[in-house]
């Protein structure tokens, strides 16, 4: 199983700092079958990336994926009040499975 | 619109059995693969199951073989998840999720439904 290990556990930022947020996989994720999930607290998880950089249907351009083979960022150029939320990677490569989350708090 | 509904959750004694159930609208719901997904309270989300549109194709994380069952009625638009033998860490809030294209990654979401095991 490849376990998926987000860093930092929490992220304490401003309205307008840049957020970079890690996803690092414990072997090569096949085809960068990686995405992100942004999940507001008493929400479902939104799909925001797939394919570790296509951004999901209506999703800012300030939020955008890089990254390949183990090694993941979710990066959100200027933060906005309603982008303070956990954030989940997820690689569908082999299995499926999640990361423990990041949240970015302000 | 896609819209996905999960109801059947509630409270549950252990060793109980549940039966989730998820309806679809808004999509050709035949076309995708399905999936079930569960969140313990303050915890991160868990990956359960996999379900291939004609219903013959099935995954399960390896911790949820044997006790949890997933079905689906495509005439329904409905999407199912039998959990038996209830224990109190199975208490969560599970999420149907839709997949796009394959068993790949959550396109759609649903709100979730609780699952409380207590006795």
């Known amino acids: 199983e490849i376990v998926l290990t987000q860093s930092p556990g929490t992220l304490s930022l401003s309205p307008g700092e840049r957020a970079t947020l890690s996803c690092r996989a414990s072997q090569s994720v096949n085809s960068n079958y990686l995405a992100w999930y942004q999940q507001i607290p008493g929400q479902a998880p939104r799909l925001l990336i797939s394919g570790a950089s296509s951004r999901a249907t209506g999703v800012p351009d300030r939020f955008s994926g890089s990254g390949s083979e183990s090694d993941f960022t979710l990066t959100i150029s200027r933060l906005e009040p309603e982008d303070f939320a956990v954030y989940y990677c997820?690689?569908?490569?082999?299995?499926?499975?999640f990361g423990q989350g990041t949240k970015l708090e302000i | 619109q896609v819209q996905l509904v999960e109801s059947g959750g509630g409270l549950v004694k252990p060793e109980g059995s549940l039966r989730l159930s998820c309806a679809a609208s808004g999509f050709t719901f035949r076309d995708h693969y399905m999936s079930w997904i569960r969140q313990p309270p303050g915890k991160g989300l868990e990956w359960v199951s996999f379900i291939g549109g004609n219903g013959r194709t099935k995954y399960y994380a390896d911790s949820f073989k044997g006790r949890f069952t997933i079905s689906r009625d495509n005439a329904k638009n409905s999407l199912y998840l039998q959990v038996n033998s209830l224990r109190a860490e199975d208490t969560a809030v599970y999420y149907c999720?839709?997949?796009?294209?394959?068993?790949?990654?959550?396109?759609?979401w649903g709100q979730g439904t609780l699952v409380t095991v207590s006795s």
């Open positions: 997820q690689q569908y490569g082999s299995s499926w499975t």
């Open positions: 999720a839709r997949s796009r294209g394959g068993p790949y990654y959550f396109d759609y």
